[in-house]
């Protein structure tokens, strides 16, 4: 990156988010510090996506989306 000067830069680091016996950990800050490491590396050279809370929102929606077709219980509870 340093020879060719960008004037703007991004990335996408993605690799495996957290979990423990199939369930997302709660506490994600390891996969974010990898992120931030990777943007350390090109001495600020470039940003990146924030692909852990795009991970945990995958995963929200995901069960938000199974349980409004859970007819046990009206929508929204």
Do not use: C
């Not at 703007?8 to 016996?21: K, P, R």
């Not at 590396?41 to 852990?52: C, E, K, M, R």
């Amino acid at each position: 990156m340093d020879a060719s000067k960008p004037y703007f830069a991004v990335g996408e680091y993605w690799d495996s988010l957290s979990y423990t016996y199939g369930e997302m950990d709660y506490n994600q800050d390891a996969h974010r510090q990898r992120i931030v490491d990777w943007i350390n590396a090109t001495s600020g050279a470039a940003g990146a996506f924030d692909v852990t809370t795009k991970g945990i929102l995958h995963t929200v929606l995901i069960i938000s989306y199974l349980v409004t077709f859970d007819t046990t219980f009206p929508f929204g509870i």
